[in-house]
């Protein structure tokens, strides 16, 4: 299995997009622009490029059909892993269902037609656990939450719901979702840690200091929150930033302060930056080359398997981008820019 | 032999307005398969709204029937009309309100519940502080410099809400747990008790009230205890009777929702296939059986009196894997079609195998577990299991049946094999017959499934398949004359001449055509045509041994039935009557479950495999009710 495992990785790590043929892509034409998107295993998205005519439904099933194919490449690599490590990377696709989630809540609140709702939904296919036909017909938010809550997320669910009815504030809610997702994401990875190697801890510690980091800059001085309730909203963490050190964090009074006050390395990876956004583009940078290690490493299968994920999606993303930003006719600096490929001289 | 019913595609055109009517009329038809409609020139689904609204009634129906029960047995009568898609969107409006003053007396009942367990932790709390030597009127003060609350929280959330409280300069101590709630004192300085406050709302915390008498004099906290006990016990009370109200005052009406929804179900399923239009006009599409069309136009006849139009055509080749397959069983096969539709749902025009499959498989399952006695045990177990398996215990009862008449043939009882005369022969005195005969049955089995194989891609319009590959009519020539060949080499008959011409021309034929089908240069295209006709020969033969295993398992249940006497005899009188008992439980539970798969496993994979696609869809006939309402209706 493990053979089988790591040329199916190494087959699929053929498909990733070095920066320049991303940059290639904003300038290329349509038939161009077709080809090296079957070349690199995205032929649907290719197919229906020509249709993706600025409606925004068809912008949507552009979203869609890039979540699809990050499934199936997920199904596909899930197939020949040990329970945990299966447990593990089909709980990282439960972060799309999370945003279903969310949608679904947003539609009470506003009180969309289940119809529409339904309609914007990712289609989760294998890794689908909701009933979303059963949840977009929920009266209101209220009974949206108890339902989910005798569900598969109820863990999630409970904290969140709670947290409402406090408030009705829907910041609460997203926060304590959110939160409430990553700790469990935390949690698989620390049942693998031990079998999966540094490298496996070393993906999710750039992942989760990235999270906790962007969460307290964005918390602190975009919303100006206080410190302990900023900390209370973190992920908890056994990482690079653990518990006590976001504590130091949250309670400095400046983005500046934050960064100079990081630990080695961030502190030097983020030197001289101003704004949230940078912070994030240069921490998944650093994040990317390390994934882009571990997949050209011997590491162990999962490590391997989640690098190679971590770095589709981030591809994904920037193809995502540079489709839509075509077709709106947008300057391609303007694409490189929403691409956040580069995370200095661009952000 | 079982095929399945020919059918039409038919394109019913009729006024929008009347749609939901004519899906009530074809639902009631019964042998509609709605199927999308293909006519570009509708372009608009009329039928969307009305799904739509059909789906938020039926799902608040579900929910309301759910909190007041079934409103008991629903009967459509014939002449019923569907609601119009206003009126089903009324209909929706009202069980809106219905399960809106529903939710909200279930939301108060919870909350109801939700604050006994407050009172109950305060009621501990109480209890408590008066074992401690502490002043409750000092501590729950609002003009002391310490603020200090008691609540509640999710279990899962009070170590990071203690660590975040802690920068604040609060203390938590937790004193109780109610299920996923924690009960808590937190205390700290009330300069910083508007941060603690934002944190605590973040953290789902729920204030327990602390009432004046608790500050000001403790002794009289129970009394206010009670009274708030009592008022719960009240409010609680009113929530039922307020429940029983809206049962008695809205079921009869919820039994009229739950027919109109009957009636407006045929339009919204068929909506979902695609119910497609443009202006006034709509039309339903979807197969129907052509023996039962003159029936149909009759039905619509009576109903629109010319207000429709009815195309109807024959299948077309491009449709094979979109036409479901109809097939009627008769009601002693029904048992065995599950087990065949595991494996796939036949397609269109394809031969139908539950008929072949129920024999085979009885016959294969007979033969590997031959025995009086076991037969019979399973026939019982079956028989007494009957209301928790339903149908499937035919299918153990004809199993045991024909294991029992196997032990007739091999003179086999519980094992012991000079109770009874063979009927035909004992496995074990004549080990080598049996396998010819096992080999032989298998070679029949594989000849017969290649020419059903040829007669459905026939049938399908494959013509080369059906004549020249190897699993068509050309791989039926190579097998016939291999086994021919192989049967005088053996010196069972004496066709070697004919076997050797036969052989070599279906194997001649099959090379052929793999060469001309394969799409590559001509290097790649011999080695093609070379590897698999190879490979069809080497199947053939390694398919055909498989059946040994028949021969193999009739053998091993012998074996195992003296494995137990052996063990059994070496043991006084209660344990030779303890292990006897034992051992035929094992036998009938391990060996039957077994030989039950590898009779499963012949039939599926050197049987089906070959000639089965399984890639058909199911004839789904629009109805009134779902499959499950109907039995209970």
Known sequence: ?347 | MLRAEPLLKIQLMMLASEAQDAALALARFGVFNPAPCTTDAFTESPAALYREAWLQAESRLSKLLQQCGSTGPLHVPADAEAPTLADLQELNHWLKEVWTACLSCHESSTQTAEARGHLDALEDTLAKLEHLNVNPAHLFRTDSLLAVNVGSLPASGIRRLTEALSMTGHLVSRFDQAGDQVFTVIAGPRARQAEARGLLVQAGWRELPIPDELRTRPEAARAWLQAERAQLNGKSGAECRLMDELRQRFGPRLHEARLRLALARPLAEAALAGVRGKGGLAALSGWVPRRQMDSLRETLEARFHGRYWLDTREPAASDATEVPSLVRYPVWLAPFVPLVKSYGVPRYGEFDPALLFAFTYLLLFGAMFGDVGHGAIILLLAAGLYRRLGRMAWVGMAAGTVSMGFGLLYGSIFGYEDILQPLWLSPLHDPLRMLMVAVGFGAGFIGFTLLINARNKWVAGRFGEALFDSTGLAGLLFYLGAIGLLASLGGGMDVIRPAWMLAGTGIAMVAAFKFHSARAGLGERLLVALIETLETATSLFSNTLSFMRVAAFSLNHVALALAVFTLANGLDAAGHGFTLILGNIIIIVLEGAIVAIQALRLMYYEGFSRFYSGDGREFVPLRLLPEKARAGV
Do not use: C
Request: no cysteine; net charge positive; aromatic share 8%.
């Open chain 1, 1 to 347: 299995m493990s053979a089988y495992l790591n040329t199916r990785v190494s087959l699929y790590a053929s498909r990733l997009w070095p920066d320049a043929a991303l940059d290639n892509l904003v300038g290329a034409t349509d038939e161009a622009l077709a080809v090296t998107l079957a070349q690199r295993g995205l032929g649907q998205l290719a197919l229906n490029g020509d249709h993706l005519a600025g409606q925004r439904h068809e912008a949507r099933s552009l979203e869609q059909r890039i979540i699809t194919q990050i499934l199936d490449e997920t199904r596909v690599l899930i197939r020949p892993l040990s329970s945990e490590a299966r447990a593990f990377l089909t709980f990282w696709t439960a972060r799309f269902e999370m945003s279903n989630v969310k949608t679904l809540l947003r539609s009470k609140m506003g009180d969309e037609r289940p119809a529409v709702v339904l309609a914007r939904l990712t289609p989760m296919g294998a890794f689908g656990r909701l009933d979303n036909q059963d949840l977009a017909h929920a009266e209101d938010v209220g009974e949206l939450l108890r339902r989910l809550e005798a569900g598969p997320y109820a863990g999630i669910v409970r904290h969140a719901r709670h947290a409402f009815e406090q408030t009705h504030d829907p910041f609460n809610l997203d926060a304590a979702l959110d939160r409430a997702y990553y700790d469990g994401l935390v949690q698989r990875a620390r049942l693998l840690e031990k079998t999966a190697g540094a490298s496996f801890r070393q993906l999710m510690a750039n992942h989760i200091d990235r999270i906790n980091l962007v969460w307290l800059l964005r918390y602190r001085f975009n919303y100006k929150l206080p410190p302990a309730q900023v900390y209370y909203l973190l992920v908890g963490s056994h990482y690079g930033l653990s518990g006590s050190r976001l504590q130091e964090l949250a309670a400095l009074e400046s983005l500046e302060a934050v960064l100079a006050a990081l630990p080695s390395p961030w502190n030097e990876h983020l030197s001289g930056l101003t704004g949230i956004p940078g912070v994030f583009a240069r921490m998944e940078h650093v994040a990317a080359e390390q994934a882009l290690q571990v997949l050209r490493s011997g590491a162990p299968d999962i490590a391997r398997a989640f690098a190679y994920l971590i770095l589709r999606e981030r591809d994904l993303r920037a193809v995502r981008a540079i489709l839509r930003g075509r077709h709106l006719g947008l300057a391609a600096a303007d694409i490189r820019t929403a691409m956040r490929r580069n995370p200095a001289g661009v952000n």
